[in-house]
């Protein structure tokens, strides 16, 4: 089996096949309707560096020991073997497109290449152009700006990075083709990560007055101060800087929070064009019934919701991810030869209200992806990592989570019915870990991304079936150590009750059991 690894930036699950009523995602829908689909998929730190660092090495931030985009994990924590690497000792072809390492230190300059890559990893041209004044604003002139419509036409060299990785990838696929050779293929398309640029006609698929506000779009009132993140990035916008808003606090005036809502959705159905060009060019090669194509996000990205923007936190719309998996065989039945599995479907005309061939609600991690991917793939599953492991080059902190594909709708609901004590679920459940490091208990202008020596506080995160647990406690950054003696802070939130979770209970509920729970599994 060939492996289609096809990973978007800052993308949340706003999807139709997520249940999302205002996304026109038709390609992605239909992929998830031959997929097995996550629905309770987390990452392990909500920001792009640590999260693709360690999904890729299957180990979580504390053993990578990268929180922040200045360290190379094979001079900094350990020579650990990364999933592509894997796949290249055991035959495959490996090939990056785009943005799957976060580039810079963090990869080595080099997308961990020759590690990771058969041959050097391709980027875009026009990349370099992202940061770039290619905003016009309502005076003509050019901006830097967060909201970003684009003539593609006006563009410098007449295209945009996701374009031209779906370009390089199709290319990819014929020469594979004509080889004959399995291959491990990684494209990583850069929307929606900010700016919000996009083609300007995917604003017509959603009319300003279709876009609400976020449902909760105040800061809660019990929200610890060291759990807020102020969005500094969106700030250094030219279309934010202009409003003048307050720090940290803001908050932005409702329109505007309606027009980057907009063009998040946009930019969202135009990542949803590139996908379906990609999937259907697997078609065209005749290698969708031999390749597993599996889909995901580095994290999500808060769009308003507790005031705030971006990522940097550690609230489920900053932590969840879609993540589906398409096997051939498994997750459906082979078609014949020569019938198409991912025809192109066009988000202007298309609303197909597909539904996932399976979905599991079983609460799953990022760290997970190298071993499933191993087994689906057929090869040994590498080992479970040894409680310290900085001098073990192969092995995984994610067990593979292959053993939840057949389980049917039906029966996660009824295991649901029986499980409504948060602490009973809480022992028979997986659960999801993540979490978010902070400079001081306050939010400063450095608290979304502080560098490894200004860490101070690392708020540690527990995602169960039912609440969401985080200790924000004192971190040093000299020996990466965390004293759970001395907690600053503290949240609990019941989903079931609150399911956006806005009040932290954590003041008026006993949660030694948790506390237990988190201090145990860091342990180990």
Known sequence: ???????????????????????????????????????????????????????????????????????????????????????????????SVGKVFHPGVSSNYSDDYPYSWSIPPFHPSAEKYENDKTCRGKDGKLYANLVCPVNVTEMPSGTLPDIQSTEEAIRLLNVMKTNKQKFFLA???????????????????????????????????????????????????????????????????????????????????????QVGLLLSALD??????????????????SLGEHGEWAKYS?????TRVPLMFYVPGMTTSSVSQGARVFPYLDPFSHVLGLVPQGRSKKVVE???????????????VPPVCPETSFHVALCTEGASIVRYFNASEEK???????CDDCYRCFNEEPVAFSQYPRPADTPQWNSDKPKLKDIRVMGYSMRTVDCRY???????????????????????????TDPNQDYNIYNNTSHGYFFKKIVGFLKH
């Not at 105040?218 to 807020?228: E, N, Q, R, S, T």
């Open 284 to 301: 065209d090669v005749g290698l969708s019934n031999s390749t597993i194509v599996v889909f995901t996000s580095d994290h999500g990205w």
């Open 187 to 273: 494209v990583g398309y850069h929307k929606p990560h900010i700016p919000l640029r996009y083609p300007q006609e995917f604003l017509k698929l959603y009319p300003l007055e279709n876009v609400t506000l976020a449902p909760d779009p105040w800061v809660p009132d019990k929200l610890p101060p060291v759990a807020y993140n102020p969005w500094m990035d969106i700030r250094q916008r030219d279309d934010v800087a202009a409003l003048n808003v307050s720090f940290p606090y803001g908050p932005l005036p409702d329109d505007f929070q309606r027009q980057i809502r907009q063009s998040y959705y946009a930019a969202v159905s135009y990542l949803d064009t």
């Open 314 to 318: 550690n609230f489920d719309v900053a």
């Open 1 to 95: 089996m060939n492996v289609l690894f096809i990973v978007a930036d800052d993308l949340r699950p706003v999807l139709g096949c997520y249940g999302d009523k205002l996304a026109k995602s038709p390609n992605i829908d239909q992929l998830a309707s031959r997929s097995v689909v996550f629905s309770d998929a987390y990452a392990q730190q909500a920001v792009c560096a640590p999260s693709r660092v360690s999904f890729l090495t299957g180990r979580r931030p504390d053993t990578t020991r990268l929180y922040d985009f200045y360290s190379y994990w094979r001079v900094h924590a350990g020579n650990y073997s990364t999933m592509p690497q894997y796949f290249k000792e055991n035959g495959y072809m490996t090939l």
């Open 366 to 380: 990022l760290v997970s992806l190298f071993s499933t991917l191993a087994e689906l793939a057929g090869l040994q």
């Open 412 to 418: 996660v609901e009824e295991e649901k019915h029986e």
């Open 470 to 496: 985080t200790v924000w406690v004192r971190f040093n950054p000299n020996n990466f150590t965390a004293n759970f003696e001395d907690v600053h802070a503290g949240e609990l939130y019941m989903v079931k």
